[in-house]
């Protein structure tokens, strides 16, 4: 936040205080004037009120040095330069309104009576002192705020730019990781069956298709990642023929919730490299997204895999998918690899909702 909107969002609730202030000024000035005999009330309002009007005016001038970002480093420097100047406004201050008064009263035929001169200077200068220096506290310290708020609003901006700038990173990282395992898919097909990758060709069209269009982003809806997971299972049956049977369970409440771009494909990505491509035997697979406790939990497990402890089954994609849930979420998403007994592997992906 500048100085400038900073000082626009407080001008009213400013000028309301100031003039509250000047208010109970003239409250006060009244009741002594009546309690000490005084009959005409408009006399102590237009004291006050003169004093009022040429206090602002002289604050007004000094707007500038009192809204000095460069100053406000040196709080010593900034107060001096407010100060020194103190004893030339009490003096000029003190001319002003007494010759504003004095002629005000010689305008309605009157004589405006106040002690010697000696004593109204002694008077008037040490108010000005109280009331100026307090002025300046104030003041000072909410310049104080507005540039801790500019500096917070600053860090924020700073570590939002550095987190745009490592997820868009981390998802570019994907893409050739992703491009590698589909050419990688067909490669194997071409030595078993031409015609089945031929098919598998045309399942990696749209596959990389919607995988491209999903690069720029480091989120999207739930609905759309399973889409881009489904057509990757397709391809991945074709790959995998008889050794693979997948079956899903997503809740129709969580359809429309965000997820981080390639998180699923990623999961399931690692169960097809650590348990699929190791046997020759059926493998299940099962996908299932559920609310949980204000979370969405979304689970990838199979019924043949095993944890290998040292390494915790994580490549690049499960590697760079932890990476991107601690820049995105911080600490309120998790991604967790569990063994199943006897035999199997279930990764949770837990997010806030």
Not at 5 to 27: D, E, Q, S, Y
Not at 50 to 79: C, E, H, M, N, Y
Not at 240 to 261: G, K, T
Request: net charge positive; glycine share 6%.
């Amino acid at each position: 936040m500048s100085h400038q909107r900073f000082w626009k969002k407080i001008k009213k609730p400013l000028l309301a205080g100031w003039v509250l202030f000047w208010l109970l000024m003239m409250a006060v000035a009244v009741q002594d004037h009546l309690k000490n005999g005084g009959k005409h009330i408009w006399e102590p309002l237009f004291w006050e009120g003169s004093s009022a009007f040429v206090g602002t005016a002289l604050l007004l001038i000094q707007k500038r040095k009192l809204t000095d970002s460069v100053l406000l480093q040196t709080p010593a420097k900034w107060f001096w330069q407010q100060i020194l100047p103190l004893p030339l406004i009490s003096i000029v201050f003190v001319i002003l309104i007494y010759s504003l008064r004095h002629l005000v009263y010689a305008m309605l035929g009157l004589t405006y009576q106040h002690g010697g001169w000696g004593q109204v200077l002694v008077y008037e200068c040490s108010k000005i002192f109280l009331f100026f220096g307090i002025f300046y506290v104030v003041i000072f310290g909410l310049q104080a705020y507005a540039s801790l708020l500019e500096e917070k609003e600053n860090a924020e901006k700073s570590q939002a730019l550095l987190r745009q700038a490592q997820l868009h990173r981390l998802t570019q990282q994907m893409q050739p990781h992703f491009l590698f395992n589909v050419l990688n898919t067909i490669s194997s097909l071409m030595y078993t069956d031409v015609k089945l990758a031929d098919t598998a060709l045309s399942q990696i069209a749209g596959l990389l298709r919607a995988s491209l269009d999903l690069g720029q982003q480091s989120e999207t809806g739930l609905r759309h990642e399973l889409e881009l997971l489904q057509a990757y299972a397709r391809l991945m049956s074709l790959r995998f023929v008889d050794r693979v049977e997948l079956s899903w369970d997503i809740a129709d409440d969580v359809q429309d919730c965000r997820v981080p771009v390639m998180s699923l494909q990623t999961l399931l990505e690692n169960s097809f490299k650590h348990t699929v491509e190791k046997r020759t035997q059926l493998t299940h697979i099962k996908i299932s997204a559920r609310s949980e406790q204000g979370q969405l939990v979304l689970c990838i497990q199979d019924d043949a895999g095993y944890l290998i402890e040292k390494t915790d089954n994580s490549g690049v994609g499960i590697n760079n998918l932890r990476q991107r849930l601690q820049v995105l979420y911080a600490d309120t998403a998790s991604l967790t690899l569990r063994a199943l007994t006897p035999a199997g592997v279930m990764t949770e992906l837990r997010l806030p909702l």
